[in-house]
Structures are given as structure tokens and as C-alpha cells.
């Protein structure tokens, strides 16, 4: 049966409704209840979480300085068939520049910095391409992610190296915290024939011995991905994925163990041509993964991990060049537990190399990197303390870059507990990015190459103040960085093509507030962050950075109980800039979700979830004048899927 898009859209609301309508029959028989249901009967939410990737050492995120955010295991059900970068659009502090609907193109933005200045790590290594800079977040499914960590601004930069200007982000794959052995599996149907079926396999022992397996396929028939065009462009963009994961540890002693992680996706993305090239199947096949090895000891205060990894990104679209990036890593990391305080130092091999295969040669010639790989040389170290009275961190990182010499950078951060539920502190740090080598050797029919260009440097400062207690958990924090050489590509009229240009002098500043509570049987919050993120320098000075909107915000409410849990939210981009005079701008835009979870057993579970209620018609996306195109985002979409598990 085929519907129009009236009839679907009110079919769907039907679906909608009746979906409600079974969570609010839910809720008033689990209210009749609730009386004979005692706390621990319920999902339990963490608010003081523990986060690894702000010290790399395991720590209450009540203690430390610099901004975080952890996506644990709960809050990543409610996105089952969705990607990772749906789920950090809906952070503090993120926005997102997307080519259609799932598996396109896409970028993310964090306090005004693009993702290729937030460095990605999975499992401890490397996540990117190194033409680009980009990870390919877009084509992660979430339904394979134990937890993501996020560590805002830039005291990441003296822990981690080039690319945290902006922050550092970590995902962990699942099974690094399997308690029992356990099989699961996983159907779900969605809008625009959205398939996702999985199973996981979970095994633990007695000994301490674990191993995770998982293997998904994720596939939609898609949206049209450029608006009203005719022809090859005016059909359906789709995305389909093969996903497989891997994650086991050993312990061979009492003191030492070692381990390997794993995290395969091969896709197919559909996208719009303008028309132009092969056809109405127009496709990106692409290559993403990892693999990585580790070995730990471990005694009461000594704690010593060396680990070695290798990432993959892999992308040929068909009517471009195709590139292949691996980033290989070797790490050695220890932790000393000081009378007062912890002392960490380590050591890092970093060598990235990417190759080119020209599939559109030009009389000029085959299209070729200059430079194809460079090697990183690292050392750093750190000291922490977490006392009742005060929290300090101190790091110091140097390193020694093949292509562009030596850079030293360094963080400072001290808060002061002003009351038992009350601290107030502030943060220094420097940070630095290295040129891609897309930015410093591609050309192309729309792109110069600029092999003069300089690398990025920041200064930057934050400032809080947080109340944390049993209930809630609120900050209010205020950043500024100062960019200078910041890279952008920018359209040279007198040769009609773009070029990357450092521009002298960036500022990004603002000020990010988040609140989470939780009482009772209710969880509600919201956050909020203005950023300005603007030129200092040159003909644009005072005007804010393209694709980068001033405010972002969301807010939420749900509730649950013993057999089901239900959120509503409202995620609010404002106007943002698509030109770097401001002269044209994207509309803002307010979607409201609704998810949830129903227990039917103690091994099923009904996971369901619904994107943008209110039907609006926005886009993260478009451009103005000869060429002008409106990337489409997708209207009232919904996803359902069921889960069994086996313990």
C-alpha cells in the first residue's frame, strides 16, 4: 500500500497516539502501584558519574574542573537505530551541519569549534581521516556504544595533543563492564523503511574474563536529500551499514591483564549530485573501524597500561577521488597514587598516512598529496588532587610533529568547595591543531591547495560555579578562547574556487549552563549555551563564524517506574550563519522527541522513539546564489524495536 504524504502523516499521527496512549495506560496502572514499589525497585539514574577521559584516570566528574558529560548505557537506549551523532546533537553545547538525512555528510560544532578540532578517540585510539579531519560519526551505530564521554574546551590539548582545541570525545564499545553472561537480540522497523536487527553475545567468568560480540545491519530507504530538484536528485537518498564489534580482557594475574577491542562498519550512503554524475544512485561506499590491543598492571598504588591500536577510514564516492586513512598508535600510560594526590606520565607514537586514488584526473594532472603521512612523537604528565576542600589539576604535554616541528602545550585548573554541594573554579589551557592535508595539497575543480598555511594555536579560560547533591546536578560555566591562525575555507573570488586561510585572530566565548534533577519517580532539566564565535580580524571582524548559531538549548521531563520509563524534550538551534559576512542566514528551528522504554518481562524490553512531533520543515544546511541548495532534514519519524536477553 502506498500512502500519500498527507495520508502517511496522518497515519503516523495515529501511530503516535496510540503509542501514548499504551504509555499512558502504563503509567496509570503502574501509579496504582507505585505504593507497594520501593526505590530499589527502580532504574536507578547516576547523576556523579565516573569519567576516565578528563584525567585518564578514573574519576567523579563532582571533581573535575573542566567541563564533562557523560552518555551513559540508559540515556544511549532511547537512540536504538540511530547514530552517535544523533546523540550528540542533543548535548550541551553541540550543533550539528548535516547533507540530508542518516549516513550524509555531516559535521558537528562544540562552543563554536568544528569536529575537526574535537579529537575522537574509540576505545582509547585515534578515530578520523586525515584528509578531511573529520570522524565519521554519522555512520557509528549507538546501539553498539557502552558510553560516551565528553570533555569540553581545551585542557584536553595538554592531555591528548593536536586536534582537542575544541575538546575530546571517547567512545567505549560495549562489553568493558559485562557483570554476567548474556545473549540479546534486537528488531526494529522505523520511518522510510528503517530496518535494524542485531544480536550481542556477552560472556563472563568467575575469574574475571570477558568477551563481547555484536553484529548489527542497519538500513532506511531514506529522504530525498536536496530539496525540491528535478531529476536524479528528486529521488530517495538511502544508508544501509554492517556493523560488528569486539571486546574482551583477561586477567593473566592478580595484578596484570590484557585485552582487545574491536569496531568494524561498512556503509553505502545515497546523496544528491545536482544532477550531475551516474545517475539516480549516486553513492558513497565507505570503511570505518579499529582495532586494538592492550596490556595493564595494576597494584594498590601503580597502575601501568600499554595498548597499540590502528584506525581505518575509508570513503570513495564514486564520482570524486577516494581516500584511505589509518592512524597508527602505541601508548604508555602510568599512574602513581602520591601521599596527596595522583601523579600520571606517559609516552605516544602517532603516525598517520593517507592515500589518494584519483578517479577524476585533470590536464593538470592526477591529483596527489605532497606529503602523505607524518609521524607524532609524545610525551606528557599530570598531577591531580581531589581532597574535600578543593580539587587541582596540572598537565603538560610536548610534541614533536615530522611536518610541522615541536609544540608545548599546558593546562591549570583549581575549584574551591565553598560548601559541601558548592564549588566554585576556574581553568587554563593552550591548545594547537595541525593543517589536514586536504587543507594543505588537495585541488580539485572547486578547491587550491595552500601549503602556507600555519597551525592554529588558543589560549583559553574557563570559569564555574556548580552545585552537585543527591537530587540535581547544576553548572553554570563561562569560556572565551582566543584563536589565532584559525583555518577556514573561504571562497576566492578572482579564481572562483575555495582555498583554506588562516584567519589572524578567532574569539570563542560564551557560557553553557546545564541542570539535571532527579526526584522521585521524575527526571527533569534542561541546558542552554550562547556562543559567540566570532572574526577579530580582517574584513568580517565582529561577525560570527558560518554554521555556528549563538544559542542552542534543550530542555526535558520524564518519568519512571518499575516497568517503563517516558521522556519528552524540546531541542532549540537558533539562527545561524551560512556566509562569513552574515549576510544570509539559516532559519532557527524547535523540535520536540518523545522516547521511551516498556519492561514487558524482566528479558523483553520495547524501546520506542519519536523525532520532531510538531512536523517541522528545517534544515542544518543551504546555500544562496548560482548554486543554490537546501539540504532537507527529515519531518515526523519514528522508531520501535524490540529487545530479548537472555541471562
Same mark, same amino acid.
Given at each position: 500500500m502506498v500512502l500519500s504524504r498527507s495520508s502517511? !502523516? !496522518?497515519? @503516523?499521527?495515529?501511530?503516535?497516539?496510540?503509542? @501514548? /496512549?499504551v504509555f499512558a495506560m502504563s503509567a496509570t496502572a503502574a501509579t496504582t502501584e507505585l505504593d507497594s514499589v520501593s526505590d530499589n525497585d527502580l532504574p536507578q539514574v547516576e547523576l556523579d558519574e565516573i569519567i576516565v577521559t578528563a584525567t585518564r584516570t578514573p574519576t567523579k566528574t563532582s571533581n573535575v574542573i573542566a567541563q564533562t558529560r557523560v552518555v551513559n548505557k540508559e540515556e544511549l537506549r532511547r537512540f536504538q537505530g540511530q547514530t552517535v551523532m544523533e546523540v550528540l546533537r542533543r548535548q550541551p553545547g553541540f550543533s550539528i551541519k548535516q547533507d540530508g538525512g542518516m549516513g550524509t555528510n555531516s559535521n558537528f560544532y562544540l562552543r563554536g569549534y568544528d569536529s575537526k578540532r574535537v579529537l575522537v578517540f574509540i576505545d582509547g585510539i585515534r578515530y578520523g581521516s586525515m584528509s578531511s579531519g573529520q570522524p565519521a560519526l554519522g555512520l557509528l551505530p549507538a546501539d553498539q556504544i557502552d558510553r560516551i564521554e565528553i570533555l569540553y574546551g581545551a585542557s584536553g590539548s595538554s592531555i591528548y595533543g593536536s586536534d582537542a582545541m575544541g575538546g575530546v570525545i571517547q567512545i567505549f564499545t560495549k562489553g568493558s563492564d559485562v557483570e554476567q553472561t548474556n545473549f540479546s +537480540? !534486537?528488531?526494529?522497523? /522505523?520511518?522510510?523503511?528503517? #530496518? +535494524? #536487527? /542485531? &544480536?550481542? &553475545?556477552?560472556? &563472563? *567468568?568467575t575469574q574475571g574474563a570477558k568477551l563481547s560480540l555484536s553484529a548489527s545491519r542497519n538500513q532506511t530507504k531514506g529522504i530525498s536529500a536536496l530539496e525540491n530538484r528535478p531529476g536524479n536528485d528528486a529521488d530517495d537518498d538511502g544508508f544501509k551499514s554492517n556493523n560488528f564489534a569486539l571486546n574482551a580482557s583477561i586477567p593473566l594475574t592478580k595484578n596484570i591483564s590484557v585485552g582487545a577491542t574491536g569496531l568494524f562498519a561498512k556503509s553505502t550512503t545515497e546523496f544528491d549530485n545536482f544532477s550531475f554524475g551516474p545517475g539516480p544512485n549516486a553513492e558513497t561506499d565507505q570503511e570505518n573501524g579499529l582495532v586494538s590491543a592492550f596490556s595493564q598492571y595494576e597494584n594498590d598504588k601503580l597502575t601501568v597500561r600499554l595498548s597499540a591500536g590502528q584506525s581505518l577510514d575509508k570513503l570513495d564516492n564514486k564520482v570524486g577521488d577516494a581516500f584511505e586513512t589509518k592512524q597508527k598508535q602505541v601508548n604508555l600510560i602510568s599512574s602513581y597514587k602520591l601521599p596527596v594526590g595522583n601523579f600520571q606520565a606517559g609516552a605516544e607514537w602517532l603516525q598517520q598516512e593517507v592515500e589518494l586514488t584519483d578517479n577524476t584526473p585533470s590536464s593538470n594532472g592526477k591529483d596527489q598529496y605532497k606529503v602523505n603521512d607524518r609521524d607524532i612523537k609524545s610525551g606528557f604528565a599530570g598531577y591531580q588532587v581531589n581532597e574535600d576542600a578543593f580539587d587541582f589539576q596540572a598537565n603538560v604535554r610536548f610534541d614533536d610533529n615530522s611536518q610541522f616541528g615541536n609544540e608545548t602545550t599546558f593546562g591549570l585548573g583549581y575549584a574551591v568547595k565553598l560548601a559541601p554541594s558548592l564549588r566554585l573554579g576556574t581553568s587554563f589551557a593552550t591548545g594547537y591543531r595541525a593543517p589536514t592535508l586536504n587543507d594543505l595539497y588537495i585541488e580539485s575543480e572547486y578547491y587550491v591547495p *595552500?601549503?602556507?598555511l600555519k597551525v592554529e594555536k588558543s589560549k583559553n579560560i574557563e570559569v564555574f560555579i556548580e552545585s552537585n547533591t543527591a537530587i540535581q546536578n547544576t553548572r553554570l560555566t563561562a569560556f572565551n578562547s582566543d584563536v589565532d591562525n584559525l583555518i577556514d575555507n573561504r571562497y576566492i573570488d578572482t579564481i572562483k574556487k575555495y582555498q583554506a586561510l588562516n584567519i589572524d585572530q578567532a574569539k570563542l566565548s560564551g557560557y553553557s549552563f546545564t541542570s539535571d534533577w532527579q526526584l522521585s519517580n521524575i527526571l527533569l532539566g534542561g541546558q542552554y549555551t550562547r556562543t559567540e564565535a566570532e572574526e577579530r580580524s580582517g574584513?568580517?571582524? /565582529?561577525?560570527q563564524l558560518v554554521y555556528r548559531p549563538e544559542n542552542t538549548g534543550l530542555i526535558y521531563i520524564g518519568y519512571r517506574a518499575a516497568d517503563f520509563d517516558i521522556r519528552t524534550e524540546a531541542e532549540y538551534v537558533g539562527k545561524t550563519y551560512n556566509v562569513a559576512d552574515n549576510s544570509t542566514f539559516i532559519d532557527d528551528y524547535t523540535l520536540f522527541n518523545i522516547s521511551g522504554n516498556y519492561y514487558l518481562s524482566p528479558n523483553l524490553t520495547w524501546t520506542s522513539r519519536i523525532n520532531n512531533l510538531t512536523n517541522v520543515d528545517y534544515s542544518t544546511n543551504e546555500s544562496f546564489g548560482e548554486y543554490a541548495s537546501?539540504? *532537507?532534514?527529515?519531518g515526523t519519524n519514528f522508531f520501535t524495536s524490540l529487545t530479548y536477553n537472555w541471562f
Open positions: 502517511s !502523516t !496522518t497515519y @503516523l499521527r495515529l501511530c503516535i497516539l496510540s503509542a @501514548l /496512549g +537480540v !534486537t528488531a526494529g522497523v /522505523g520511518s522510510h523503511d528503517h #530496518y +535494524v #536487527y /542485531g &544480536a550481542a &553475545a556477552q560472556f &563472563a *567468568n *595552500n601549503e602556507d574584513i568580517n571582524k /565582529g561577525k537546501r539540504y *532537507n532534514q527529515d
